[in-house]
């Protein structure tokens, strides 16, 4: 079938791009921002390519031969109010592309700038290209097959639902509908459009002759609806509205959607960039897999870490510190995210990547760190479009919490979670009391660094205080008249017991944020005297008898603990109770925990622990364990691994890299504070401070050199470097520029 693609198969625009990619010179797009390979992938978990529009993903391998791409949906979800269920896998279609002589000139690459995956490749003395993408403003995924020689494409494409439900087979196009065992609708269309050649119907799916350029489009959707009153369901089967989103799509030319695709995702990309210094050039023209070879390969001349395979063998690779490398995971971050959480739901334990209908940990929200960290560094890194999933999937849950929690302990006002959480309300595992106000931390800071009142009034407050009246009717009166926590455990291991430093530090920031967001909204006075007064009689950090900072009421601490999860630390991150500026001792103290519990971990704890040391102010430490996790866990994909994937621990080194250069959760902002010696010269554009600031920044040889400040919200602030503070008054829209001693440049 012909249509409206023809004109758009430009030959000869495809083969400039072929000649610079098929010889694997330097990319025209920064080493930073590509992630290249020069084989398909294998392994869906350590080497497929991920791409997304926040609410469809895909997980790309490349073979020449037959492209097999895995496809999701995030609100493809098991289970309901009683039962968290689990996220499930939509399905994979392969398109087999038989060829007859062996394949040169292989790479497959996303480009993480313009969020495209392109395979490149010479088979037989023709030139194939490949380009994928997934839209936002479109709502489809775009699978675009070129050759430098008409009618090179003959082959055929299958479908394979992830619930075994058959795809409806016409000429041009798969439907596949089914439903879930919760009553869930969900439905996929591929619809295949050819230049040249012939498409045709067979018993198993659409074969494809002597094509010129083949062009897929998948659309998706489920009947879900993030709305408790309305049963969790848009009341009306997906069909219409996904054939409505191709036949949209279907009207526009490639390059058009591929324009629009890439407009809209640099609107965001685009608005951070980060420098540190530049890698050599063996470095830059390693495949993004041998690049984290060399880098292990250099890492391990100073530490003697396992790698993500558990062994310590590092293969004899003469590596060169790799900046570039670092600042492509903290960018790769920022691209996971805006492919995973945008407009629906939040990014779950692998952004919305699964290929398993019985995934690890149900591929949930897990609350007691990994849904919190997923969103750590959103704002910061200039993403706070892509926060709103999380306060939008929390709003729709609470009710339910709000009547679980009524069941279970009979309580009057207020709710609480368990540790695994679903899209329904439903939840499982260890009932967590702390966990809902750690989440409500994300809640009020997204207000922090956006200052958006309309967000605080209608989401933030309601949400914050009605905590706070749950911590009001649960704390009990402990030793010396102070306010404790009722027993419970500290994430996930020791006794259970009152007055975990977990729930004391997360009540004291809830009730802090609490205070903050009353006055802010200038309301409840009364309300906010109460709240202050109960803060003020909370039992506080203790530090016990080896020096460290207490993770129970009682010394209970052991020095040989190197449990992954830090919850006594949160005082320090993400909190603001403890720092070195205001609390020296406690400070003092956290250190010691924190050397006790070592710099190695499991995936997110190491990110964790760089936002601990960052906040403490030690630069090299964070180096150190940065250092680390790149050699340990990045895997060639550059997912973070648990072991298994598990995409907080790439979004926490995003926060960790964000916490290295600008802080503001103590009501200033400090640049550079945890500066280390390997980064002494760069520059990053774009960060964003609480108080609604953007800050671009300079340094070299480890000194700041210039500063340029943004005001978005009119606020007046303290900038602080070094032993150095200004103060600034600015209108919403004032840019401020300093030099690298604060003075006005
Ligand atoms: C928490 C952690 C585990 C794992 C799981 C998904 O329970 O303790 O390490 O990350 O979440």
Redesign the pocket.
């Known amino acids: 079938m012909n249509h409206i693609y023809i004109s758009s198969c430009g030959v000869a625009a495809m083969l400039l791009s072929q000649t610079a990619l098929g010889q694997a010179v330097q990319p025209a797009t920064p080493t930073s921002q590509v992630l290249w390979y020069d084989q398909p992938a294998g392994n869906w978990e350590t080497e497929a390519l991920p791409i997304g529009n926040g609410r469809l993903g895909a997980m790309l391998f490349g073979a020449a031969e037959k492209d097999t791409v895995q496809l999701n949906e995030d609100s493809l979800w098991l289970g309901d109010e009683k039962d968290t269920g689990m996220y499930q896998n939509l399905g994979e279609f392969e398109v087999a592309l038989p060829r007859a002589k062996p394949v040169t000139n292989y790479r497959r690459e996303l480009d993480i700038g313009r969020a495209v995956h392109t395979v490149t490749y010479t088979s037989d003395g023709v030139a194939f290209r490949r380009e994928a993408l997934t839209s936002y403003p479109d709502q489809v995924m775009v699978f675009r097959y070129t050759a430098d020689q008409p009618g090179s494409y003959s082959g055929a494409l299958t479908f394979k639902d992830g619930h075994d439900a058959k795809p409806v087979i016409a000429p041009d196009r798969l439907t596949t509908a089914g439903q879930l065992k919760n009553g869930l609708q969900y439905e996929s269309q591929i619809w295949v459009m050819n230049d040249g050649g012939t498409l045709a119907a067979t018993p198993t799916g659409i074969a494809f002759q002597n094509v010129n350029c083949l062009t897929l489009l998948v659309a998706a959707g489920t009947d879900y609806l993030n709305q408790r009153a309305k049963g969790w369901r848009t009341g009306e089967a997906p069909h219409r509205r996904v054939t409505e989103q191709l036949e949209q799509a279907g009207k526009r030319q490639y390059a058009d959607l591929l324009a629009a695709h890439i407009k809209d995702y640099h609107a965001l990309f685009g608005r951070c960039s980060l420098e540190l210094g530049s890698s050599s050039d063996t470095n830059r023209q390693l495949s993004t897999a041998k690049r984290l070879t060399a880098y292990r390969g250099y890492v391990a001349k100073t530490s003697t870490e396992t790698n993500y395979n558990g062994n310590s063998d590092v293969p004899n690779v003469a590596g060169a510190p790799d900046t570039e490398l670092e600042v492509l995971l903290f960018q790769y971050a920022r691209y996971l995210m805006i492919s995973s959480s945008r407009n629906r739901l939040p990014a779950n ?1 692998q952004g919305l990547w699964n290929n398993n209908n019985n995934p690890p ?1 149900r591929c949930d929200y ?1 609350s ?3 849904v919190q960290m997923n969103y750590w560094f959103v704002d910061q890194a200039n993403l706070s479009e892509c926060f709103s999933p999380l306060s939008e999937w929390l709003y729709s849950v609470i009710p339910v919490r709000r009547d679980a929690t009524k069941a279970e302990f009979g309580t009057k006002r207020g709710w609480m979670t368990r ?1 695994e959480n679903g899209v329904f309300g439903g939840a499982s595992y260890i009932w967590v009391p702390g966990d809902a106000a750690w989440v409500a931390q994300n809640i009020w800071d997204h207000y922090a660094f956006t200052q958006d009142k309309d967000y605080l009034q209608t989401r933030a407050y309601p949400i914050i205080k009605e905590l706070c009246e749950f911590w009001e009717d649960s704390l009990k009166e402990g030793p010396g008249g102070k306010l404790v926590s009722p027993e419970s455990v500290s ?2 291991h020791g006794p259970k017991a009152q007055g975990n430093s977990y729930e004391q530090q997360l009540v004291y920031d809830l009730f802090t944020n609490y205070i903050d967001a009353s006055l802010a909204l200038n309301v409840d006075a009364e309300y906010r005297q109460k709240i202050t007064a109960l803060r003020d009689r909370l039992l506080g950090p203790q530090i016990g008898k080896w020096g460290q900072l207490q993770e129970w009421m009682t010394d209970l601490d052991d020095p040989k603990e190197e449990h ?2 830090l919850s006594h630390l949160i005082a320090v991150h993400p909190g603001r109770q403890i720092s070195p500026l205001t609390t020296p001792k406690f400070a003092e103290a956290a250190k010691v925990s924190m050397n006790a519990r070592g710099d190695g971990a ?1 995936g ?1 704890s190491r990110a964790w622990k760089i936002c601990i040391w960052a906040r403490l102010q030690d630069g090299n430490r964070t180096h150190k364990i940065l250092n680390g996790m790149l050699k340990s866990q990045i895997m060639p994909n550059l997912f973070d691994t ?1 072991p298994p994937f ?1 995409i907080d621990g790439n979004f926490g080194y995003a926060a960790g890299v964000c916490e290295m250069l600008v802080q503001s959760h103590m009501g200033f902002i400090h640049l550079l504070p945890a500066l280390p010696d390997a980064w002494p010269t760069g520059s990053v554009k774009g960060l964003r401070a609480r108080g609604g600031f953007e800050v671009d920044m300079a340094w070299a040889n480890g000194k700041l050199t210039s500063v340029t400040l943004r005001s978005l919200a009119g606020k007046t602030c303290q900038v602080r470097y070094g032993g150095k503070a200004v103060d600034l008054t600015m209108q919403p829209g004032t840019v401020i520029h300093l030099n690298g001693d604060l003075s006005r440049k």
């Open positions: 334990l940990w897990h007691d760190v990994n540790s994430p996930e992954r999860h499991t997110w648990h598990q």
